[in-house]
């Protein structure tokens, strides 16, 4: 089985939700053609196999909301807060770090409001709500911001969007060191990866040790 995405960018950004038709899609496919994909092969000729009701022409989604929470009442995760092109191949991966960071501060609070006397005001109050969620958003937001980022980029050289990005597309990238990519970057996001702090478990460790453990223990 054969997967593959084919990216053009926009004439302009846009807002707007759009849904493209079948033959939409079919034109879009077309102005690849021409594309060589190996030896004695076009794109042409993998279009024409391509099973056309998996296939879909959909819009590359990407935004990034500077703030995460609202009032101690409302809070932002995944997409809502996060939103990047699949280029990173990463979104679900933030979104599943954030929610397993924000669980663990919620779960944290309402702990730690365990040990109040009865007679104490109802918790966790809005305030106490607002203080976690401040801390998830400054927690994660760096790391989540370099990912957008390095998607950002990367779906604008793929498809050329100026001079320079097809400079770094088409001479630069295929003399780049891969594996110096997935020890720079890939390493270390994986192995600082979050935890449920409250659900005990042993993890096994390879030849990068995770950097974090559940502070619950077996």
Do not use: C
């Not at 989604?61 to 809070?75: I, P």
């Not at 998607?151 to 400079?167: E, I, M």
């Amino acid at each position: 089985m054969l997967h593959f995405i084919l990216y053009k960018h926009l004439s302009e950004p846009t807002s707007s939700r759009v849904r493209y038709t079948r033959e939409q899609m079919e034109e879009f496919a077309s102005s690849f053609y021409d594309v060589s994909l190996a030896p004695g092969l076009k794109l042409k000729e993998v279009w024409a196999l391509t099973d056309k009701e998996s296939a879909r022409l959909v819009n590359q989604e990407e935004g990034y909301a500077e703030l995460w929470h609202s009032g101690g009442r409302v809070v932002l995760l995944g997409d809502s807060a996060v939103k990047m092109t699949s280029m990173s191949g990463l979104g679900v991966n933030v979104g599943m770090h954030s929610a397993a960071l924000l669980a663990s501060e919620l779960q944290r609070l309402v702990a730690n409001g365990q040990q109040r006397p009865p007679s104490s005001d109802v918790f966790p109050d809005t305030a106490s709500l607002e203080q976690a969620f401040t801390r998830y958003q400054q927690f994660r937001q760096k790391e989540a911001k370099r990912i957008y980022n390095f998607g950002y980029a990367v779906v604008r050289q793929v498809t050329w969007n100026s001079w320079l990005d097809w400079f770094i597309d088409r001479i630069l990238l295929p003399w780049y060191n891969k594996d110096h990519m997935m020890r720079s970057m890939m390493y270390p996001m994986v192995s600082n990866g979050q935890v449920l702090s409250y659900v005990p478990f042993n993890g096994k460790e390879g030849l990068v040790p995770w950097r974090r453990v559940p502070e619950a223990k077996i």
